[in-house]
DNA sequence: ACCCAGGTGAGGG
DNA sequence: CCCTCACCTGGG
């Protein structure tokens, strides 16, 4: 596919926005990221993404709309300047934003986002990825609730999916029969979100705050991984250890509406150093 | 062979 | 709530 002048577009950003930073910072698992550029699908189409200062060079889509839809997609209206400014007032945050920031939180599909996030518990990001990849691609496309609550359990297992396999069946049927609507959570205050989500299979804590905060939108959200837990116990409980619960409570007591700001700032500096984020290791296979 | 990895669910305080 | 434990799978 040799990209013509036509299917060539840019999408302006404000200053701090780092598209590196916002693809790899966890929240997605379907960008790869090489040679200074993202290439993905989006709205089924082969996308490349390339950042240069304030512009976002996008080759793959022609239609204003689907542009409208990445650049919504991308997040690139975020106030990322108000947002970190208001985060420095943290003394932690304020020493770890210069190695972080840029991060925008995205506006992904709750259901892609659910999907995820249910094969990420108790794995490994390569793993992953691997997993989503072979989910696409057995199913020529990101299987919708439909597909996935009809498909054959063979053809799952031939994902690799493990245990989570009849998470994600029981998942997708209970959506496609109306026993769960997609669309609900977003126009609930985020613990009511928060309590909905928790009824589906698979979804525990973790999970359904990673849904909130990257598909929902719920700022307050403030996922408690090990990683994130790792961090707030190194640095704001004195190295002391902290239940998940009360993580969560002081997080959001502490940052509000910008709780899940902070806990992807957290998350990625402290597995900045190891693998994980793209900036400090070859692209994956 | 054995351990670990972005948790969840079940069972029992 | 808090605690404990098993758990598909692939790579060290």
Redesign the pocket.
């Known amino acids: 596919m040799t990209p013509t002048i036509l299917d060539r577009n840019i999408l302006k950003v404000a200053s701090p926005y780092s598209l590196q930073r916002t693809l790899c910072?966890?929240?997605?698992?379907r960008w790869r990221w090489e040679d200074g550029a993202a290439t993905g699908i989006f709205v089924g189409r082969n996308v490349r993404l390339k950042q240069e200062q304030h512009r976002i060079r996008v080759e793959g889509l022609q239609k204003p709309e689907q542009l409208m839809a990445l650049q919504h997609y991308l997040a690139v209206d975020e106030p990322l300047g108000i947002i970190e400014e208001t985060l420095r007032r943290d003394r932690i945050l304020r020493r770890i934003l210069p190695h972080t920031t840029g991060i925008a939180l995205m506006r992904q599909d709750p259901w892609e986002c659910l999907v995820s996030?249910?094969i990420?518990?108790?794995?490994?990001?390569?793993?992953?990825e691997?997993t989503l990849e072979r989910l696409c691609r057995r199913f020529g496309g990101f299987p919708s609730p439909e597909v996935l609550a009809s498909a054959q359990a063979r053809d799952l297992?031939s994902c690799?999916?493990?245990?989570?396999?009849p998470?994600l069946s029981e998942m997708a049927r209970l959506i496609s029969a109306g026993g769960f609507t997609l669309s609900e959570p977003a126009g609930l205050p985020y613990e009511e979100a928060r309590k909905l989500l928790?009824t589906?299979?698979?979804?525990?804590?973790?999970?359904?705050?990673?849904v909130l905060l990257f598909a929902y939108g719920k700022g307050e959200a403030f996922?408690v991984?090990?990683?994130?837990?790792r961090a707030v116990e190194r640095w704001y409980f004195n190295g002391r250890p902290a239940?998940?619960?009360?993580i969560r409570d002081a997080a959001r007591a502490r940052f509000g509406p910008l709780a899940g700001y902070a806990?992807?700032h957290l998350?990625y500096y402290i597995?900045g150093r190891?693998?994980?984020n793209g900036e400090r290791r070859k692209a994956r296979r």
Not at 204 to 209: I, N, Y
Request: glycine share 12%; net charge positive; proline share 6%.
């Open positions: 910072c966890g929240q997605t698992f996030f249910v990420s518990a108790f794995n490994n990001i390569p793993k992953i691997l297992r690799l999916l493990g245990y989570r396999a998470y928790l589906l299979p698979g979804v525990g804590h973790k999970v359904a705050d990673c996922p991984d090990v990683w994130v837990k239940t998940e619960k009360r806990q992807q998350y597995r190891g693998t994980g």
